[in-house]
């Protein structure tokens, strides 16, 4: 069928301009349904070279689009290049009048009237802020994880934004690395089905409240050598395939209609130039259809690499290897359009690459209508409703993972007691917002202090004790650790001394992790130990309340502390939940996502390592065997681990069949019974063994995971499903399959789950 093309043009995007304009009105309501390919290859065939080059282009904000245009130069001529449609995107651009206002230079002042994407680091929340999502990944929550990015993409787009750069699923195992704080821990199986949450959460059915996810770092990012940001990655087929990859491949099922590159290399070449990874695997063998923009100057950081000679060679690989969008490098800009007249790129690369950032703005409906997400009354109803702080609250407290509880001296009595409260990071409103909330403003966390004062029936004296870091840290500076400052180290045993519970809120300040923030050691920061230490001597009856962005080695704590609860960076309503949680009217039933070393040596640490050809030489005193001669293999609290305020008891384990084939199935099932007190929750969780492979298998793999409520003195029955797609890996032949053999099936509350089951598997 053929039809008018200046006529579709009209359509698809002089339609720009906005509803009620008599431009729009000369759209009919069938050319508003013609399929979006059309739509797409209809725009781009009326595009010249440069324009399709220029939705490639994404630029930072530079200048107060209030304000008057800029005159001269870098600024000046950002600002020619969005009227001459050469920016397909903007970043940093946010809330509605500074949006609409520039999103009207792209759609009235331009000659194709192309609608810009507005794109921002919506990460955990945008005003209201969400746990960091290390810490949401402990809730093993799925349906509180979709929520929180729901709330986040609400906001976010009744702020103007229309782009998320999250989720993050960098697959990670060593937590020196700053940005664990942002990805869903060591775990490819839980990092997946997170990953699927938050890309629903974030995308809805793209309405008004929706935004567009980017799955990112693709690909590698978190096996940065020594956990040092931005370092070299080397990575076997092996582990790329069956570790890193399956939680990209399960976001991209899942719609997103973004990806972003990593600033790592791989197997020696850059991410954004890897042609592998971006067309092979991502756009051919995944069929993926949106577009993958690069990270924040990735394309001119390929210089820095040794792999390009200059921007120009940076630009010429990254485009060939299909990176679609130049996030602040320029690359594409200044020398696309040179580089395809000398035959290096061809057009056709220029063509796709345009064809699907145009398909993404057509999927979001910025063609109907650009101004969709620019409405100031919606604005200032939408940012910071009741609802929203209600949300994260939940997940706030279904984030909190109780380590330890000797004695039972969690939960807190309400009334009768003196309760000493130290640690400056229990009064502190910034840190528990954690790393990237650019968009949150300081001082509106609310903070430990605040929320135990919530609760009449104690008496509570606050001591700092000794500060976390020098100055006031800030999300663009190294943050400054304090390393000598003890002066009020006696206040807080004054403080503690006549006290019947001491509570100390210990860890790193919201910016100590993030990007750029690596740790060699993983101890409290600064004086902090030697705090716990110097109080513990006056009054032992601690709780520890640790707020971090990362696991840390705590083994003094462990040995010395009777209650433990890691309490990350929980966002907005980061107070309110750790106190619910301590006084005992919300039953914490976190589990980890991700080890917790006893020693920073241990790095990379995680449960689903290979057994080694001498996992345990049996041979009496002998040293033979991989292991440490100053410290234990395993970790101080393994994967998957938490204590509730009420115990659980796991028995009959039973497998409907031993025997598995292609087209079968096997049921496992485990009785689970409340043994304690009290309601509460609980992990049950179903780990997988192959035991001879084409390839070392793992010594045990997440399989199978299920929340369930079990009330005090109940037995409940939790039931797994196993199928040939789930014992499926990257095998030897460099392809997805089942093989044949033996496994084992263990099901508990964590990593270390002892009750196992077997079967064979057969074609």
Not at 570 to 575: C, K, M, R, V
Request: hydrophobic letters at 40%; aromatic letters at 10%; charged letters at 25%.
């Amino acid at each position: 069928m053929k039809f008018n093309l200046p006529k579709y043009v009209l359509a698809a995007t002089l339609i720009a301009i906005g509803c009620g304009t008599a431009k729009q009105d000369m759209v009919s309501v069938k050319e508003k349904q013609l399929p979006i390919d059309r739509k797409v290859d209809s725009v781009l065939n009326l595009m010249t070279l440069e324009e399709k080059i220029g939705q490639m282009n994404q630029y930072n904000g530079f200048w107060n689009v209030t304000g008057p245009a800029p005159k001269d130069g870098d600024a000046a001529i950002k600002y020619e290049h969005i009227k001459k449609g050469w920016v397909g995107s903007m970043l940093n651009v946010r809330g509605v009048k500074d949006v609409r206002a520039l999103q009207k230079i792209a759609v009235e002042e331009t000659r194709l009237r192309i609608p810009v994407i507005f794109g921002y680091d919506v990460i955990h929340g945008y005003k209201t802020i969400s746990p960091i999502p290390l810490a949401e990944a402990a809730s093993w929550d799925m349906e509180a994880i979709e929520n929180s990015a729901a709330i986040a993409a609400a906001e976010a787009a009744a702020s103007g934004l229309n782009w998320t750069f999250a989720p993050m699923v960098d697959v990670t195992r060593d937590a020196r690395w700053g940005r664990v704080m942002e990805g869903s821990g060591e775990d490819t199986y839980l990092g997946s089905a997170i990953g699927v949450a938050r890309v629903k959460g974030f995308q809805g059915d793209l309405g008004e409240l929706n935004v567009a996810a980017c799955v990112k770092h693709f690909a590698g990012y978190g096996f940065a050598e020594s956990g040092r940001d931005y370092n070299t990655v080397d990575v076997n087929k092996n582990t790329l395939h069956n570790i890193i990859l399956p939680p990209f491949k399960a976001a991209a099922d899942a719609g997103a209609l973004t990806f972003m590159n990593s600033f790592n290399d791989l197997d020696g070449i850059p991410a954004t130039g890897n042609a592998y990874l971006q067309t092979e695997v991502l756009k051919k063998e995944w069929d993926f259809k949106g577009f993958v923009v690069s990270d924040w100057g990735s394309m001119g950081e390929m210089v820095n690499h040794g792999y390009a000679e200059n921007l120009k060679q940076a630009a010429q690989f990254a485009a060939n290897a299909g990176s679609d969008m130049d996030m602040e490098s320029h690359g594409y800009v200044e020398y696309l359009a040179q580089l395809v007249k000398e035959g290096k790129v061809s057009e056709e690369k220029i063509n796709d690459a345009a064809r699907r950032i145009l398909r993404v703005k057509f999927q979001l409906g910025l063609f109907d209508n650009p101004y969709k997400y620019c409405d100031e009354a919606r604005e200032k109803a939408t940012v910071g409703k009741k609802e929203f702080h209600d949300g994260v609250l939940d997940m706030a407290k279904k984030s909190i993972v109780l380590l330890k509880n000797e004695n039972n001296v969690l939960p807190l009595k309400k009334q009768g007691q003196k309760i000493a409260v130290i640690g400056a990071l229990a009064t502190d409103k910034t840190s528990p917002l954690g790393s990237w909330r650019i968009g949150a403003d300081d001082g509106t966390a609310v903070s430990v202090m605040e929320g135990l004062e919530q609760y009449k029936g104690n008496e509570l004296v606050y001591a700092k004790g000794a500060d976390v870091a020098l100055g006031t840290p800030a999300f663009t500076v190294e943050t400054k650790i304090n390393m000598t400052d003890k002066s009020e180290f006696e206040a807080a045993v004054n403080a503690a001394k006549n006290a019947d519970v001491v509570i100390m809120v210990l860890g790193e300040h919201g910016l100590q992790t993030g990007e750029g923030r690596s740790r060699t050691d993983l101890g409290l920061p600064g004086v902090q130990q030697e705090l716990l230490e110097t109080v513990h001597k006056t009054n032992p009856n601690i709780v520890l309340v640790l707020t971090n962005g990362r696991p840390l080695a705590i083994t003094w704590a462990d040995k010395n502390i009777p209650a433990i609860v890691e309490a990350w960076h929980l966002g907005t309503e980061s107070g309110n939940a750790i106190a619910q949680v301590l006084y005992g009217d919300y039953n914490p039933s976190g589990k980890l996502p991700m080890s917790f070393p006893r020693v920073v040596g241990q790095m990379p640490l995680y449960y689903n390592h290979k057994s080694t050809g001498r996992p345990n030489y049996n041979g009496g005193d002998s040293v033979f065997w991989s292991h440490y001669t100053d410290e234990s293999n395993d970790p101080l609290y393994p994967f998957g681990y938490g204590l509730s305020y009420t115990t659980f008891k796991y028995s009959n384990l039973r497998l409907s069949n031993k025997a598995l084939n292609a087209n079968g199935n096997i049921t496992v099932s485990i009785d689970v019974t409340n043994t304690g007190k009290t309601d509460g929750k609980e992990v049950v969780q179903m780990y997988l063994q192959d035991l001879f492979g084409s390839v070392t298998r793992p010594v045990r793999e997440l399989k199978g995971f299920e929340l369930t409520e079990i009330k005090a003195g109940e037995t409940k029955t939790v039931s797994f499903e196993i199928n040939k797609k789930t014992i499926e890996f990257y095998t030897a032949n460099n392809r997805w399959e089942a093989e044949p053999g033996d496994f084992k099936v263990y099901v508990g509350g964590d990593s270390k789950a002892s009750l196992e089951a077997g079967f064979t598997y057969s074609n």
